[in-house]
């Protein structure tokens, strides 16, 4: 049973919409994690959060923003979807401190035509 | 350049053989995970190993710290199909600080 879930799971929609991938978390994690991944390859960190009303943006710029206003959810919003953004999206989620290790959602596949 | 190298980026291998996908660094960890990812889903993970030297079993699959926290490998005995995926080394430079993701291995154990 995933403590971690993101939707939608698949979406495509046309360039220039305004689009809000969600993710929300039942273990109480305070750091999670927004990955984006081109099929089969590596994963680029493109925001992250360390508890409520704190966001950071990852090391892959990116025209998406976030926001952290409750510990279970951390949304990413797109103003204006473009081709270039088509990609998998990743949330992960891990608890402060020690060496725990990410817990992933599965993702949402967006493709922006 | 990648923080984390990660040996080979893909290997297509029949079942029933063995393999060794490596993970390698200049800098230091505190501690390194596997992951393993399966088309259309996220990454899951395997192992966590925190001391140089150390040494995990997880069934068929070894991973093994180096003793400078530096690199680290893991090994698979007898591959099955059910093994394909996309293996994804992790490492944390100090405890509590975000992973440090390698480019990954693309394991494909053809039947």
């Known amino acids: 049973e995933a403590d971690i879930y993101q939707t939608p799971r698949y979406l495509v929609i046309g360039t220039g919409k305004k689009i809000t991938l969600e993710c929300s978390q039942t273990?109480?994690?305070?750091?999670m994690y927004w990955y984006q991944q081109d099929p089969g390859m590596e994963l680029h960190l493109i925001h992250y959060?360390?508890?409520?009303?704190?966001?950071e943006k990852g090391d892959l710029s990116s025209e998406s923003t976030v926001s952290r206003i409750r510990t279970e959810h951390f949304p990413l919003t797109l103003e204006s979807a473009r081709p270039s953004h088509t990609s998998q999206y990743l949330c992960?989620?891990?608890?402060?401190?020690?060496?725990?290790?990410?817990?992933f959602g599965s993702g949402t596949r967006l493709t922006v035509v | 350049t990648q923080l984390l190298e990660q040996s080979p980026q893909f290997l297509s291998i029949q079942e029933g053989e063995n393999l060794t996908v490596y993970c390698n660094s200049s800098?230091?960890?505190?501690?390194l995970q596997w992951y393993r990812q399966e088309p259309g889903e996220g990454p899951v993970l395997l192992v966590t190993?925190?001391?140089?030297?150390e040494v995990k079993k997880l069934k068929r699959l070894t991973f093994q710290f180096g003793d400078a926290r530096k690199d680290s490998s893991l090994h698979i005995t007898a591959a099955q199909p059910g093994d394909t995926g996309l293996y994804l080394c992790a490492g944390v430079k100090n405890a509590g600080n975000m992973l440090t993701f390698g480019g990954g291995t693309r394991l494909m154990v053809k039947p």
């Open positions: 800098s230091v960890f505190s501690s």
């Open positions: 992960a989620s891990r608890p402060t401190g020690g060496a725990y290790g990410y817990t």
């Open positions: 273990m109480g994690h305070d750091k």
């Open positions: 959060s360390y508890g409520v009303n704190s966001t």
């Open positions: 190993v925190v001391t140089g030297g």
